[in-house]
């Protein structure tokens, strides 16, 4: 029997799910994980975790209580993580699969099926650059003018464009506001659930490194995912896998990629004939 703690971070989680599935395919198994919705469709059962960090202590909140398992003994606990020196070996998939090896499974990288919260019927979600007080990373972040670059472009091909954050101004905030989206869930308002689904109806995504890389990936929707710095912890090979299927993932990457392990670097973020690289990702958009 065996009890998993799961990364905290949502993009993490959906990481995680293939080497979760082929666990629970062997064993009877447990997950503590602040981000259930994202394994829902996998035979575990939830034990409640306690989180300090904001994005997921709210989502633990959501949960109806009947969901958590009281705790158990006898279970294995297993915590896959991944370090700096996993990040120097190689990605943060291969990292996991050291914790939580996949045997005989195949490697499959999904998600469980939501429907969209929104009603629009062709709409692009991007995400914009913030920063959280608790886990700055400003390195990490793209420069938002390319961001707004990509809200007019999708804009101007005939699509809405949905912006999604938790900001409050003090505990998270953004680089700079999108201007022009058609919609905007900026204040945490979804949950995993609907996040999952806003990604799932979506015809493109667009933002840097985080949760809708792995999340747009898993869902098999065409993504540009523009990159800042701090390339140790987040160039494309560390942050996506070769099994994953990346047909439909574009990287813009600056020109001279920092790849610093610094979360706060001024890292330089150029990335020459941007706009001619959007306009062709954006073109190719059906």
């Known amino acids: 029997m065996l009890l998993i703690e799961t990364q905290h971070g949502l993009g993490d989680c959906v990481l995680q799910r293939p080497f979760i599935r082929a666990a629970a395919a062997r ?32 989502n633990i909140a959501r949960q109806p209580p009947a969901l958590w398992a009281k705790p158990a003994a006898g279970f294995r606990r297993v915590e896959p993580r991944y370090t700096w020196q996993d990040l120097q070996r190689g990605s943060i998939t291969a990292a996991f699969g050291r914790y939580l090896p996949l045997g005989d499974h195949p490697y499959v990288f999904d998600l469980p099926a939501y429907g969209s919260p929104i009603e629009l019927r062709r709409y692009a979600v991007v995400r914009p650059s913030t920063i959280r007080r608790e886990w700055p990373a400003t390195a990490r972040a793209p420069r938002p003018d390319y961001l707004q670059s990509a809200i007019d472009a999708l804009k101007a091909h005939g699509l809405a464009v949905v912006t999604v954050a938790d900001v409050d101004g003090i505990e998270e905030w953004f680089v700079a506001p999108p201007q022009r989206a058609d919609l905007f869930f900026h204040k945490g308002e979804l949950g995993a659930a609907q996040l999952i689904g806003l990604i799932q109806g979506a015809v493109a995504c667009v933002g840097g490194v985080g949760w809708i890389v792995p999340m747009a990936i898993a869902a098999g929707v065409p993504l540009l995912v523009i990159l ?59």
């Open 228 to 286: 800042g710095g701090r390339g140790a912890h987040n160039a494309p090979e560390v942050i996506t896998d070769p099994r994953m299927d990346l047909s439909r993932t574009r990287f813009a990457t600056p020109d001279r990629f920092c790849r610093c392990d610094k979360a706060e670097h001024d890292c330089d973020k150029t990335i020459s004939g941007f706009d001619a690289q959007l306009a062709t990702w954006v073109a190719s958009l059906s």
């Open 27 to 58: 064993e009877p198994t447990r997950l503590a994980t602040p981000w259930p919705e994202v394994f829902h469709d996998l035979p575990v059962r939830f034990e409640r975790l306690r989180s300090r960090w904001r994005c997921q202590s709210k």
